[in-house]
């Protein structure tokens, strides 16, 4: 594939990532902040793919003259380990977020079973609410 190809093929990709990310946003499926990081990546590899000379440019500031589109995937590819990262973080928070609050949940619910005189697990007198999990 020659490299104009290439770059064409690059464009039409990142055109579809900005689509896909704007739906998903639209949709209420993925929330604004999070999107920041899919937007910069798609924007940044448009403009990589559309600009041949920027490309050309860079691909020689690296040592990769000989063929600049290597630079459009190197570049999805540190994009794409930022993102993980990030959300690897973010995950990370929720985790231990998630086990702050049931560590509250259970010591409110034995301090009502407490007040009611109820056994463990029961809240006034009742049978413990049901747990579900979601995966």
Do not use: C, H
Request: aromatic share 6%; net charge positive; glycine share 8%.
């Amino acid at each position: 594939m020659t490299p104009i190809r290439v770059s064409i093929a690059a464009s039409i990709a990142s055109l579809l990532l900005l689509l896909v990310v704007l739906e998903l946003i639209r949709g209420r499926r993925l929330k604004e902040k999070y999107a920041l990081l899919w937007l910069v990546t798609g924007i940044v590899l448009l403009v990589l793919s559309a600009w041949r000379d920027g490309l050309n440019t860079i691909a020689g500031w690296l040592g990769v003259a000989t063929y600049p589109p290597a630079i459009l995937f190197a570049v999805a590819t540190l994009f794409v380990i930022v993102v993980l990262l990030y959300y690897s973080t973010v995950l990370s928070r929720l985790a231990d977020q998630n086990t702050i609050l049931a560590q509250r949940v259970a010591l409110l619910e034995q301090r009502l079973s407490a007040r009611s005189g109820g056994g463990p697990g029961e809240v006034d007198g009742g049978p413990p609410p049901a747990v579900s999990e979601t995966r």
